[in-house]
T-cell receptor
């Protein structure tokens, strides 16, 4: 398996622009997570899905952030409009349900909003 | 609410020596899972070791082992025979069991940066 795939790996955009981050989880995993990592706040869980359904989005910082999972093999995290304080590394991770199965992380997308 | 605390922002160890990274957590649950992740400069989050709270035996993975003290809510990571490739940020993480609603909590500590000195 190729692992969790994220694209793009790097994104530089200007304030006010829409940003879309993409994720392909590991095949067969029924949980998908979006995390944000910054120096100030560390690693924060933004939202997670189970069987394509959003379960907990309490970590989503503002209405400017939205996430979708139209099918088991694809998810997007969208920021509209983007702001400089959104600059961070965004990780997607997936796991299976039950037991101490950890989350397998993608390589991350480094977002810079100018 | 659950919390995870890593009180050591940075640690150093000589190559081939042993180092212990500390992690404490707070929870009212009796069953849960604990993990240590490694994040090298590549930023990739890599699972190092996992521990189920109901297991008294400490988990071990090659040079990595944990000292799990459930009553004290402590979960330290010991790295033996440290290697240059062990240099990274290490994160302690807590995961609850799924609640009846299907939700659960997954909380990361703030990390400890490990430097390995040649």
């Amino acid at each position: 398996d190729a692992g969790v795939i994220q694209s793009p790996r790097h994104e530089v955009t200007e304030m006010g622009q829409e940003v879309t981050l993409r994720c392909k989880p590991i095949s067969g995993h029924d949980y998908l997570f979006w995390y944000r990592q910054t120096m100030m706040r560390g690693l924060e869980l933004l939202i997670y899905f189970n069987n394509n359904v959003p379960i907990d989005d309490s970590g989503m910082p503002e209405d400017r952030f939205s996430a979708k999972m139209p099918n088991a093999s694809f998810s997007t995290l969208k920021i509209q409009p983007s702001e400089p304080r959104d600059s961070a590394v965004y990780f997607c991770a997936s796991s299976t349900s039950g037991g101490p199965r950890p989350e397998f992380f993608g390589p991350g997308t480094r977002l810079t909003v100018l | 609410a659950q919390t995870v605390t890593q009180s050591q922002p940075e640690m150093s160890v000589q190559e081939a020596e042993t180092v212990t990274l500390s992690c404490t957590y707070d929870t009212s649950e009796s069953d849960y899972y604990l993990f240590w992740y490694k994040q090298p400069p590549s930023r990739q989050m890599i699972l190092v070791i996992r521990q189920e709270a109901y297991k008294q035996q400490n988990a071990t993975e090659n040079r990595f082992s944990v000292n799990f003290q459930k009553a004290a809510k402590s979960f330290s990571l010991k790295i033996s025979d440290s290697q240059l490739g062990d240099a990274a940020m290490y994160f302690c993480a807590y995961r609850s069991l799924p609640f009846t609603s299907g939700t659960y909590k997954y909380i990361f500590g703030t990390g400890t940066r490990l430097k390995v000195l040649a």
